[in-house]
């Protein structure tokens, strides 16, 4: 397939900016160039001609600034087409039409100060010509290396589909040199990549009739390239607009991703066998700690020795971090699977919520309208900081949750009425330890992470626990 054939991933309505020339300025042949020196000759002896024709038939028009001004037109050409010369041309012709004047008019002692402004006259109107004519140069000159240094593969066409542009790197991508395919058109461009004359992406962007101009960008794969063995391209195009705002070409990006896609392609599948593997091992670890507890089960109804119901005892406890880590492992496979997404906080909350037993803790959510781009794992967050209030240790009988507008972000607070958490253990909350597992906050540490939201505790012991997630500025809305 060729680059832009199938319907685009996605199309963006942008403005695009005005390009002052499309084409290449140093293209000049050399009989171009030999016609413009011809005209350029044949208007100076015309004009100039005529201005001294003029003189000697004694034309009364030859002392006013009328014959001044046919003059001008040789000079604005040559110095728009050779600006680096216009200058001097312009005092060279304002020169011999002084002298002209000079010599053939009657004697007159206010005529150098009638001729010299004319002189000037010229010379300025050469000098600022080549001045813009040089500016305009520099810009075009800028444009084009600015398309033939772009790392990724370049080309554009005009409005009726001919090259005007094709860099070192779409050379390189295609094999195809500048000189072979300037200027061509009838979708010659798209022969190096699908071997045929057919629309490419940029030919969508001319066809489009949307008022603004569109970016459109595609993904395919293209069996012509690296020497026969595929190349997955990205490419993206967009108009060329004029500095009347009308469209006048299109150009277009191709970028060779096929060593990404290979990559990711390699690390799903990597994430997909270390995930089947992982599962294999938790349900191992399962099967082999049910039969650990029934054999503890059996001990504390056969053994009735303090001593051996306390072994028995830490067995258990050690059973139980081993039961909770298993689940964590299980959460953990998931997170950061699915695209971060903006979620309502609210009713994440309420959700995390339903899924545990609060008793005769209360739960308050003022929270509402609040959106949070977030992991979509965000939840589980919550459920393990309800879970860490809900410990009978902890001795809440209230959660509140809320958020506050600061000039970092917004700070999503989760708080209770508990005994709180004292200050020498809030260095190590988020920290992968085998204690902190039964809390779960290293879990809830690294879902937000994800997404730049940060925790930390700030409650005071004795007082209550109180989490604060800082979103980012421009990771949070109010809807």
């Given at each position: 397939m060729?680059?832009?054939?199938?319907?685009?991933?996605?199309?963006?309505?942008?403005?695009?900016?005005?390009?002052?020339?499309?084409?290449?300025?140093?293209?000049?042949?050399?009989?171009?160039?030999?016609?413009?020196?011809?005209?350029?000759?044949?208007?100076?002896?015309?004009?100039?001609?005529?201005?001294?024709?003029?003189?000697?038939?004694?034309?009364?028009?030859?002392?006013?600034?009328?014959?001044?001004?046919?003059?001008?037109?040789?000079?604005?050409?040559?110095?728009?087409?050779?600006?680096?010369?216009?200058?001097?041309f312009?005092?060279?012709?304002?020169?011999?039409?002084?002298?002209?004047?000079?010599?053939?008019?009657?004697?007159?002692?206010?005529?150098?100060?009638?001729?010299?402004?004319?002189?000037?006259?010229?010379?300025?109107?050469?000098?600022?010509?080549?001045?813009?004519?040089?500016?305009?140069?520099?810009?075009?000159?800028?444009?084009?290396?600015?398309?033939?240094?772009l790392?990724?593969?370049?080309?554009?066409?005009?409005?009726?589909?001919?090259?005007?542009?094709?860099?070192?790197?779409?050379?390189?991508?295609?094999?195809?040199k500048?000189?072979?395919?300037?200027?061509?058109?009838?979708?010659?461009?798209?022969?190096?990549?699908?071997?045929?004359?057919?629309?490419?992406?940029?030919?969508?962007?001319?066809?489009?009739?949307?008022?603004?101009?569109q970016?459109?960008?595609?993904?395919?794969?293209?069996?012509?390239?690296r020497?026969?063995?595929?190349?997955?391209?990205?490419?993206?195009?967009?108009?060329?607009?004029?500095?009347?705002?009308?469209?006048?070409?299109?150009?277009?990006?191709?970028?060779?991703?096929?060593?990404?896609?290979?990559?990711?392609?390699?690390?799903q599948?990597?994430?997909?066998?270390?995930?089947?593997?992982?599962?294999?091992?938790?349900?191992?670890?399962?099967?082999?700690?049910?039969?650990?507890?029934?054999?503890?089960?059996?001990?504390?109804?056969?053994?009735?020795?303090?001593?051996?119901?306390?072994?028995?005892?830490?067995?258990?406890?050690?059973?139980?971090?081993i039961?909770?880590?298993?689940?964590?492992s299980?959460?953990?496979?998931?997170?950061?699977t699915s695209?971060?997404?903006?979620?309502?906080?609210?009713?994440?909350?309420?959700?995390?919520?339903?899924?545990?037993?609060?008793?005769?803790?209360?739960?308050e959510?003022?929270?509402?309208?609040?959106?949070?781009?977030?992991?979509?794992?965000?939840?589980?967050?919550?459920?393990?900081?309800?879970e860490?209030?809900?410990a009978?240790?902890?001795?809440?009988?209230?959660?509140?949750v809320?958020?506050?507008?600061?000039?970092?972000?917004c700070?999503?607070?989760?708080?209770?009425?508990?005994?709180g958490?004292?200050?020498?253990?809030?260095?190590?909350?988020?920290?992968?330890?085998?204690?902190?597992?039964?809390?779960?906050?290293?879990?809830?540490?690294?879902?937000?992470?994800?997404?730049?939201?940060?925790?930390?505790?700030?409650?005071?012991?004795?007082?209550?626990?109180?989490?604060?997630?800082?979103?980012?500025?421009?990771?949070?809305?109010?809807?």
């Amino acid at each position: 397939m060729a680059p832009g054939l199938p319907v685009p991933i996605r199309s963006i309505h942008t403005p695009a900016g005005p390009l002052m020339n499309a084409g290449n300025p140093l293209a000049v042949s050399f009989s171009g160039t030999r016609n413009r020196i011809a005209a350029i000759a044949v208007l100076t002896a015309l004009t100039l001609g005529g201005n001294l024709l003029g003189l000697l038939l004694g034309a009364p028009e030859g002392l006013l600034p009328l014959p001044a001004l046919p003059l001008s037109i040789p000079i604005i050409l040559a110095s728009y087409w050779y600006p680096r010369r216009g200058l001097l041309f312009s005092v060279c012709l304002a020169a011999a039409y002084a002298v002209t004047v000079l010599l053939l008019s009657p004697p007159d002692p206010l005529l150098p100060l009638t001729i010299l402004p004319r002189a000037v006259f010229l010379i300025l109107i050469g000098g600022v010509v080549a001045l813009l004519s040089s500016r305009l140069r520099e810009s075009e000159q800028q444009m084009n290396q600015i398309i033939e240094f772009l790392p990724d593969a370049t080309f554009a066409i005009d409005r009726e589909g001919r090259v005007i542009a094709w860099n070192r790197a779409i050379e390189e991508m295609t094999g195809v040199k500048e000189e072979a395919i300037l200027n061509r058109g009838d979708h010659e461009y798209a022969i190096p990549f699908c071997g045929e004359r057919r629309p490419l992406l940029a030919d969508r962007v001319l066809q489009s009739q949307g008022e603004q101009p569109q970016v459109l960008v595609s993904e395919n794969t293209i069996p012509r390239l690296r020497d026969g063995k595929g190349a997955h391209l990205r490419s993206a195009a967009t108009a060329l607009i004029d500095a009347n705002g009308n469209v006048a070409g299109a150009i277009e990006s191709i970028r060779d991703v096929s060593d990404q896609v290979m990559m990711e392609a390699a690390l799903q599948n990597a994430s997909r066998q270390l995930n089947t593997l992982s599962g294999i091992l938790r349900t191992d670890l399962s099967n082999r700690l049910a039969v650990l507890y029934g054999h503890l089960s059996v001990g504390v109804m056969k053994f009735d020795d303090p001593e051996i119901l306390s072994f028995i005892g830490d067995l258990n406890n050690a059973a139980n971090g081993i039961r909770r880590q298993i689940e964590i492992s299980r959460e953990f496979r998931d997170i950061g699977t699915s695209p971060p997404a903006w979620v309502p906080v609210q009713e994440t909350v309420r959700q995390a919520a339903a899924g545990l037993t609060f008793g005769t803790v209360s739960l308050e959510v003022w929270t509402e309208r609040l959106e949070a781009f977030a992991d979509p794992h965000l939840g589980t967050v919550f459920s393990h900081l309800f879970e860490n209030s809900l410990a009978p240790a902890t001795g809440a009988t209230r959660i509140v949750v809320t958020y506050h507008l600061r000039p970092e972000g917004c700070a999503i607070i989760v708080e209770d009425d508990g005994t709180g958490i004292p200050d020498a253990e809030k260095e190590g909350l988020f920290v992968q330890k085998a204690e902190g597992y039964g809390h779960g906050l290293f879990l809830a540490h690294e879902i937000l992470a994800i997404t730049g939201i940060t925790i930390r505790e700030t409650g005071t012991p004795g007082e209550g626990a109180k989490f604060e997630l800082l979103v980012p500025s421009g990771g949070y809305r109010i809807v």
